[in-house]
């Protein structure tokens, strides 16, 4: 009897490790790619697996959470790793050339057998195994199949991305590079005037803004942070924050600045990092034309700020990430409640292996509590996994404590809990 074919419904990072990660299980696949042929204001392209926002996966040390799911998605399902290695830009972190990503992943899902790819949006559940990783973009008839699928509604979250920005049309020779944080890749600094800074945060107060539903005077984004013209217009916290650059004798610099990151290997592009806003595209261009560096600034793609839907806890999913109520699907990447690159990833491969199962004839297993992967979907499925609202990121205190741990001090324990965890990932997949 031949195996049910696999639905992978979105075509982000997580419905693209799905699809990969069912296929090298010998899966037949369809993904369903949920951007037609009409652009989405999150995307330039249509290109499967095309960040949403900067083009930076995280570090790779897997002492730090975000290193650690990685080196668990190696073992996991490699494919999108391997497109990052091939396109990789960074050499603190796993920054990728974001349109050369994309058409890595692109080619690979064109290579693989066993994947069909449809662009098509879906406005219920397919027959059989299905994966549901769409994000975001999760249209109005879809969220109600997903609604009587899982049975409990949905959750939201804020989700943003900061402005990116043609390298052509920005004064860049007063810039200089520093890191973001010890270990981080070099940034570049566009240092600005005490008049600058105050010109910017006027315009961004005096802006029209167009917030999402249910955007309350106490809302934190995914990224622990809020939007620019929020902090603009509270004294108390103003643009430091946003502005505050590196300084000490290594950098020369004592003052503000406004921190880019590179969306490409040829530096033709950038992120305007922290730069989260939900003013329109042509207010975008007006706040930063306060800054004279950025008078002639010519947007690529807007600051996007939008509510993420998610499901989450005891009454919606397993840890398996299958739906408690309709166990032929899975949920994968923000639908989860999760925010991050390495997250969607890592959870779009778990979905995928569990898919892959089902269609075989036998019951997917969550990945083992000693990896971080499988922490973080035990954590999905725990009673209270969203206590203060927000999406959750990948930490080791995620991690269950091991009685050989006890008395033993951070620096040997965090290497047994790395050991542990590759241990226990390559046990998951040698037992698939």
């Known amino acids: 009897m031949s195996a049910e074919r696999i639905s992978v419904i979105g075509g982000g990072l997580a419905g693209c490790a799905a699809a990969l990660a069912a296929d090298a299980r010998g899966a037949r696949v369809v993904l369903y790619e949920q951007r037609p042929a009409t652009s989405a204001p999150t995307h330039q392209t249509a290109l499967p697996a095309e960040l949403a926002g900067t083009a930076d996966l995280g570090v790779e040390d897997p002492k730090r959470a975000t290193g650690l799911l990685k080196a668990e998605l190696r073992i996991l399902g490699p494919a999108l790793m391997e497109c990052a290695d091939a396109t990789r830009i960074g050499e603190q972190t796993l920054a990728v050339d974001r ?3 994309a058409r890595a992943v692109a080619e690979r899902i064109e290579a693989a057998e066993g994947i069909e790819l449809r662009r098509e949006q879906l406005p219920a559940l397919p027959d059989g195994p299905v994966v549901i990783a769409s994000g975001p973009g999760t249209w109005s008839p879809l969220a109600r199949a ?4 899982a049975g409990t509604g949905f959750r939201f979250s804020v989700i943003g991305r900061p402005p990116l920005i043609a390298a052509e049309s920005v004064n860049l020779s007063a ?37 999402p539903p249910e955007f309350s005077p106490q809302t934190i984004l995914a990224e622990e942070s809020t939007t620019a013209e929020r902090m603009a217009a509270d004294p108390a916290v103003g643009l430091g ?3 505050s650059g590196p300084r000490g004798p290594q950098t020369g610099h004592e003052g503000l600045a406004l ?11 950038w992120h305007v990092e922290g730069l989260l806003t939900t003013l329109a595209p042509e207010a975008q261009v007006a706040a930063l034309g306060a800054l004279q560096a950025f008078s002639g600034v010519r947007l690529l793609r807007p600051a996007l700020v939008q509510r993420a839907p998610w499901l989450a806890g005891p009454e919606a999913t397993l840890a398996s990430l299958q739906l408690r109520r309709t166990g032929r699907a899975l949920i994968a990447g923000t639908l989860t409640g999760v925010y991050g690159y390495a997250e969607a990833m890592a959870l779009g491969a778990v979905a995928g292996i569990g898919a892959a199962k089902i269609a075989r004839g036998s019951e997917p297993l969550p990945p083992p509590h000693e990896c971080l992967t499988g922490a973080l979907c035990r954590a999905l499925a725990d009673e209270q996994p969203h206590q203060d609202g927000r999406m959750l990121r990948a930490n080791f205190g995620m991690l269950a404590e091991h009685r050989d741990d006890r008395g033993l001090g951070k620096s040997e324990r965090r290497k047994r809990q790395i050991e542990r ?3 226990a990932v390559r046990q998951y997949v040698e037992a698939d």
Do not use: M, Q
């Open 99 to 101: 349109e050369a990503f």
């Open 146 to 149: 997903i609604h009587a699928a």
């Open 175 to 211: 810039a200089f590079r520093a890191p973001i944080y010890p270990g981080a890749e070099p940034a570049l600094f566009v240092p600005l005037s005490e008049d600058e800074a105050a010109e910017l945060a006027a315009r961004l107060r005096a802006a029209e803004c167009h917030e």
């Open 241 to 243: 924050r946003l502005l």
């Open 259 to 269: 921190c880019l990151t590179p969306d490409d290997a040829d530096g033709r592009a």
């Open 421 to 423: 965890a590759l241990k």
